[in-house]
C-alpha cells in the first residue's frame, strides 16, 4: 500500500485496460451503503447489468475462464490474497533465545573467566598470595586457562541454536498449517456456466460467486439475486443484528463478513487489498513492512477496528492476522492446565536451584577466607587481587553451574517439541489442529458434546419409508402406486423447493454410490424423485434459479423451507417441506388415494403422529413433511406476513429418511467411556429418532439412569420464572442427560456453559464440542476444545473451533483424545528423567563443592550433561507415539499434580541409587580403581582419570534411566514398544556415540581424560545398575511411602488464570464473567465464611495449624471447605499468610 503515494499507481489504477471502470472507482462505489448504492449503481452504471457488461462478465454464465482474461483481471484489479508479514529471521530468533537470564548469567560468567584467564598477574608466583588447595602449576597448564571460558561460551551458542533454530520450525509449520487453512477454503462460482469450486485465492474481479448459509465472504461483491439473504456484519461495523441484503434495498457485500441466512449469487468487485477487509489489514500493517512505524498508533486509533476484524483471513499465509487475533483473544481461553502446572513447577524448582547455588558460592568463598586469612593469618595482598578474583570467578562459575543444572532450561523444548510432533501426526489422524495448546487440552477432556448428523452418522441420507396416498409404504414404491397427481406435486415439490446447489453426481468410481452435493436431506429427497424414476434436472430447467418468486429459506426458528412460484395463469403456488410434526401443524388436508385433497383435522393428525411418525423415528428415521400451498393471483399475498402465508397447507406426503450409523463410532465411543469421557448428543432431531441413534451408537444404554429431553423441556428445567437460566437448576439436569433433541443453538451454548461452570463436582469439567452449522459458533468457541467439521462445516464454524476433523468422523476425536493424553505423558516422563539429573547433579556439585572446593562436575561437563539431557531426551521422549492403553484410565483433571507419587518415588529412588554410586566413586573411587586421586586438584590441573571416571559413571547412569523414563505409572516393563520410536533408540546410541568421543578425546576443554576398555565396562555395569534399580523400586508400593509429596499442582486459586488476577489486562468481558461467576458462587458460600475467617485469624495469630484446624472440623459441612485450605499441596502457607483474604474466597474462585 506504501506506493499509493506514487502517480504511477494512481495513473495505473485509472487506467481500466479495456474494462469500462477502474480499481478506484470500484473501491470508491464498494464504500457506499444501502440505498446510496443502490442509486450511484442506478445513475452511473445502469444498473447490475450495466455493471457486469462492463466488467465483461455475464450475470448467469460468469466469465469464460479464458486463463489470458484472468491473468489480465490479475494486473489490473490485483490478486485475491493478503501479502502476509514478513516471518522472524533466523537472527531475530536468536537474539531472542539469548535473552534467557540462565544464558546471560553463563555468558557473563565465561567472559569474566575468559578475560581473567588471558590477565597475567604481576605477583603470579607470589606464594604468600595464599591457595585454595591450589598446588604449584606449570606454564604450559596456566595458558589453558582459557578453555573453560571458551567450553561455556560454545555450549551457550550450542543452546541458543538449539532453541532459535525450534522456534523457526514451529513458525515455519505454522505457517503451513495457516495457508493450508486457507488453501482448503473453496468458494462456488459460476464459469463458462459451470459451478466449480475454487480456491479462495484464483478469484477475480468480474467472478460470478454462488453464496450460501454459512459461507464467510472471501471477496466485496455486489448481489445480482438473492433469496432472504441476511448476512452478519459485526466483524466490520460491530453491528451486531443481521443485516437484510436485496438487490433492490442493499446489494453490497463486505469480503470477511458471514452469511447467517439464505442464498444468491454475486459478482466479484473488488479483491484482496483493496477489499474492505483487505483495506483494514493494510492499516493495521499485514500488508507491508514501510507501514510498521505507522502501525503503532494505527493501532491505537484502530484498536476498535482490530478487534472487529478478527474473524477474518487474508488468503494466503494469514499469519498476521492470526497473531491480532492471538492478541485480542488469546487469554479469553483460559491457561491451558498443562501450561499452569509447567509455570508453578517451574517457578518451585528455579527458586530451589537459585537457594542451591547461591548457598554453593557462599560457603566456597567464606571456605576460601577463613582457611586463608583467618587459618593462615595470610595478609591481603594488592599485587594478589587478581589472584583472588581469579578464584573468586571459579567459584562464581561453579555457583552458576549448580543454577544451570537445577533449572530445566529443556522444559519448555520438550513441550514445545512434544506438542509440534503432536500436531504433525495429528494431522495423518484428520485433526488438523488450529490452537497447539487446544492438543494437549483435549487429553482432560470429561465431557464431549456432539452433534448427531455427519459426526456420529454418515451423512449419507436415503428415503427408505414414506407415506403418501393414505398408504404407509416401509420400502420406497413403485411409481405406478401412486396416484399421477400426487406424483407430479411430489417431483415438483421436491425439485424446486430446495436448493439448486443440491445435487446428485454420478459415482467417483465404478460402482461406487452416487456423490450428494450440498443439504444431505434434500440430497436425501432428491434420490427419492430419481428412485421414482423422474428427472429433478428437467423441472429445475423448466423453473430456473432467476424465476423463483419468493424463498422462505430455512433456519434454526422456521424448521422449514419454502419457495413460491408464479403459474402460468398468474396464480402463486408454494411449496413446503421441513420437519414433519412442525409442518402437519399447518396442514388443514392432505392429499388422498386418488390425489385429491381431503380435510385433515387435529385428531387426523394425531393418529398419523402415532401410526406413521413415531414408528418411523423408532427406526431411527428422519421424518420430513412435504406440502403445497395455492394462492389467488389478485390481490397479491403479503409475502412478508409469515405467519399467514405458512398455514392452510395441503399435506402431500411424509417421508422417513435414513442416516445410517457411521460403522466406526459405537466402538469409538465406549473407549471415551471407558476413558471417563461422557458423550452427550446435541441435535435439532425429533426426540424418538435421537433416542434410537443413540442405542445404536451405545451412548444411552436400555435400563441405565439417564435424561433422553427435548430443547423445550431442557429450558423449562433450567430456567426459573423470570426466564433466566440458573447454574443449580442446570446442576439438577447436566449429569445425566446424555440427548438433548430438538434443541436450538442456544440450547447448545447453555448446556455447554452450564456444564464449564459447574461446582458440584470436585474437578472442574473440560468440555470438547463438535459443530458444523454457523449457529453452532458460539458453543464452539465457549468450549475448551472445539472441533469443526472440516467437509460439511461452514467457515464460520471453522473460524471458531480449536481442531478442524478433516473426516468429520467421531473416531478422529478420540485420536485427539489419545494424542492430548500423550502429550501430558511424554512431558511427565521427560520431567521423571530431567529432574533425577537435577536432583543428582545438584547434590553432587553442592556437596563436592563444599568439601572439595571443587565440583568433581565441571562446567563444560555440566552442560554437556544439560545439553543430552535437556535437548536430545526432551526430543526422545516427546516423540513417543500413543497408545491404547492411554484410554484405559480416567482423565487426570485440573487438580491432580504434574508429578506424581510414583514419580517422585522414582525420581528420589533413582537419585539414591546415583549419589551412592557418585560418592562411593568421589571419596574412594582412586583405591578401588587404583588411579591418581583428582581432588583437591590445583586451578588449572590437567584432567583427572579419577573424575574422568565419575562423569562417564554418571552420564551412563543417565543414559541407562533415559530407559526407565519411558514408564510413569510403575510399570514393570520399560522396553515394551521401544521399536516403535526410532528417534528414541538412535538418539540413545548417538549420545552413547558421542560420549565415547567426549571421554577418548575431550582432554582439556571437558576436563576429560582418556579411560581403558576395563574402566569402560565398569562405567556401563554401574550404568546397567539402573535398570535392575528400578525393577527394585516400582516393587515398593506407594502407600508405604505417605511422606512423598507431589509437585506442580494447580489449586483452586491458581485454576483462576492470572489473567484474571490482574486487572489492567485487556481481556474484561472474560474477566467480568468470571467475576459474576463469583458473585454468585460467594454469595452462596457467605454461610461458610465463618470457618474460614478463623482459619485466617490462625494463619496471623501462628498458632498451632493443624490443631485450629482440628477444632474447627468437628462440623461436617464446613470439613469440606476446611481441607481445601489444610492440605498444604493445596495451597503453599506463604500464600495464605500474606494474603489472608485469598483464602477465604478460594471457592468464589473455583472453577
Known sequence: MGDMRNSDFYAKNQRNEGFGCSLME?????????????????????????????????????????????EKRRDVFGKNLIPPKKPKTFIELVWEALQDVTLIILEIAAIISLGLSFYQPPGGNNQSCGTANAGAEDDGEAEAGWIEGAAILLSVVCVVLVTAFNDWSKEKQFRGLQSRIEQEQKFQVVRGAQVIQLPVADLVVGDVAQIKYGDLLPTDGILIQGNDLKIDESSLTGESDHVRKSTDKDPMLLSGTHVMEGSGRMVVTAVGVNSQSGIIFTLLGAGGE????????????????AMEMQPLKSAEGGEADEKEKKKASGSKKEKSVLQGKLTKLAVQIGKAGLGMSALTVIILVLYFAIDNFVLQKRPW???????YIQYFVKFFIIGVTVLVVAVPEGLPLAVTISLAYSVKKMMKDNNLVRHL?????????????????????????????????????????????IPPKTLDLLVNSISINSAYTSKILPPDKEGGLPKQVGNKTECGLLGLVLDLKRDYQTVRNQIPEEKLYKVYTFNSVRKSMSTVIKLPDGNFRMYSKGASEIVLKKCNRILNEVGEPRVFRPRDRDEMVKKVIEPMASDGLRTICVAYRDFPGNPEPTWDDENNILTDLTAICVVGIEDPVRPEVPDAIRKCQRAGITVRMVTGDNINTARAIAIKCGIIHPGEDFLCIEGKEFNRRIRNEKGEVEQERIDKVWPKLRVLARSSPTDKHTLVKGIIDSTMVEQRQVVAVTGDGTNDGPALKKADVGFAMGIAGTDVAKEASDIILTDDNFSSIVKAVMWGRNVYDSISKFLQFQLTVNVV?????????????????????????????????SLALATEPPTESLLMRKPYGRNKPLISRTMTKNILGHAVYQLIIIFTLLFVGERLFDVDNGRNAPLHAPPSEHYTIIFNTFVMMQLFNEINA??????????????????????????????????????????????????????????????????????????????LKAAGQLTQKDDMPEEEMNEDQEEIDHAERELRRGQILWFRGLSRIQTQIEVVNTFKSGTSFQGSLRRQSSTASQNQDVTNVSSPSHMSLSNAISSPTSTATVPAGQC
Open 26 to 70: 470500484l473501491r470508491g462505489l464498494m464504500e457506499l451503503r444501502g440505498t446510496e448504492a443502490v442509486v450511484k449503481i442506478q445513475e452511473d452504471y445502469g444498473a447490475i447489468e450495466g455493471l457486469c457488461h462492463r466488467l465483461k462478465t455475464s450475470q448467469t454464465e460468469g466469465l469464460t475462464g479464458d486463463e489470458v482474461d484472468l
Open 290 to 305: 514501510e507501514e510498521e512505524k505507522k502501525e503503532k498508533k494505527v493501532k491505537k486509533q484502530d484498536g476498535a477496528a
Open 381 to 387: 595482598l594488592p599485587e594478589c587481587t587478581p589472584i
Open 437 to 481: 495448546d487446544a492438543c494437549e487440552t483435549m487429553g482432560n477432556a470429561t465431557a464431549i458434546c456432539s452433534d448427531k448428523t455427519g459426526t456420529l452418522t454418515t451423512n449419507r441420507m436415503t428415503v427408505v419409508q414414506c407415506y403418501v396416498g393414505d398408504v404407509h409404504y416401509k420400502v420406497v414404491p413403485d411409481p405406478g402406486a
Open 841 to 873: 547433579a545438584v547434590i553432587v556439585a553442592f556437596t563436592g563443592a563444599c568439601i572439595t572446593q571443587d565440583s568433581p562436575l565441571k562446567a563444560v561437563q555440566m552442560l554437556w550433561v544439560n545439553l543430552i539431557m535437556d535437548t536430545f531426551a
Open 966 to 1043: 519411558r514408564k510413569i505409572h510403575g510399570e514393570r516393563n520399560v522396553f515394551e514398544g521401544i521399536y516403535r520410536n526410532p528417534i528414541f533408540c538412535s538418539i540413545v546410541l548417538g549420545t552413547f556415540g558421542i560420549q565415547i568421543v567426549i571421554v577418548q578425546f575431550g582432554g582439556k576443554p571437558f576436563s576429560c581424560s582418556p579411560l581403558d576398555t576395563e574402566k569402560w565396562m565398569w562405567c556401563v555395569f554401574l550404568g546397567l545398575g539402573e535398570l535392575v534399580w528400578g525393577q527394585v523400586i516400582s516393587t515398593i508400593p506407594n502407600n508405604k511411602l505417605r511422606f
